[in-house]
T-cell receptor, first 109, second 116 residues
Framework: KQEVTQIPAALSVPEGENLVLNCSFTDSAIYNLQWFRQDPGKGLTSLLLIQSSQREQTSGRLNASLDKSSGRSTLYIAASQPGDSATYLCAVNDYKLSFGAGTTVTVRA | EAEVAQSPRYKITEKSQAVAFWCDPISGHATLYWYRQILGQGPELLVQFQDESVVDDSQLPKDRFSAERLKGVDSTLKIQPAELGDSAMYLC??????????????FGEGSRLTVL
């Protein structure tokens, strides 16, 4: 069974600092990996989708990398802003989608 | 912008009562999912539909939960009777693809259930 881990569970940084969020998974035979953002009490918003054949994907200040062989993905958020405060979840698709518990980010003004 | 619609946003019910949630996916999306999310945890799949057919309901507590997608468009998730442990966020998601190549998932705002 696929196990997805996100460490740390919570992170607090000053505004302007770059964010590095980690996601690890146990089975490398995946189709794709997706990063989501979740605001308190809300649904999930898709940030980036990386196919298994890709090494990275970029959207604005966001960059996600994928290393299947080591079972890791990293989400980088450049020049963080208070509006980036949220919980970030990764989901691994190996035919069944498995979610991590998320990293809750607080960006201090 | 197309989005997944869910209702109600909030539901408070008493133990042993029946409750139902509705989801309308993005138009044209063949795959529909119902997830349950307990506070502080990631979502867990309850049921996955491909058009009107159930693809995976292995984690659905079938003694009290049921789900249908009769015409392959919108879907209803029902709980009867509700138990205290059912208090959670119920999330609906849809995807344009089929099977493993489902591609990107799009979520609705969720339905927050509180069972008293």
């Amino acid at each position: 069974k696929q196990e997805v881990t996100q460490i740390p569970a919570a992170l607090s940084v000053p505004e302007g600092e770059n964010l590095v969020l980690n996601c690890s998974f146990t089975d490398s035979a995946i189709y794709n990996l997706q990063w989501f953002r979740q605001d308190p009490g809300k649904g999930l918003t898709s940030l980036l989708l990386i196919q298994s054949s890709q090494r990275e994907q970029t959207s604005g200040r966001l960059n996600a990398s994928l290393d299947k062989s080591s079972g890791r993905s990293t989400l980088y958020i450049a020049a963080s802003q208070p509006g980036d405060s949220a919980t970030y979840l990764c989901a691994v698709n190996d035919y069944k989608l498995s979610f991590g518990a998320g990293t809750t980010v607080t960006v201090r003004a | 912008e197309a989005e997944v619609a869910q209702s109600p946003r909030y539901k408070i019910t008493e133990k042993s009562q029946a409750v139902a949630f509705w989801c309308d996916p993005i138009s044209g999306h063949a795959t529909l999912y119902w997830y349950r999310q307990i506070l502080g945890q990631g979502p867990e799949l309850l049921v996955q539909f491909q058009d009107e057919s159930v693809v995976d309901d292995s984690q659905l507590p079938k003694d009290r939960f049921s789900a249908e997608r009769l015409k392959g468009v919108d879907s209803t998730l029902k709980i009867q009777p509700a138990e205290l442990g059912d208090s959670a966020m119920y999330l609906c998601a849809s995807s344009p693809g089929q099977g493993a190549s489902t591609g990107e998932l799009f979520f609705g705002e969720g339905s927050r259930l509180t069972v008293l």
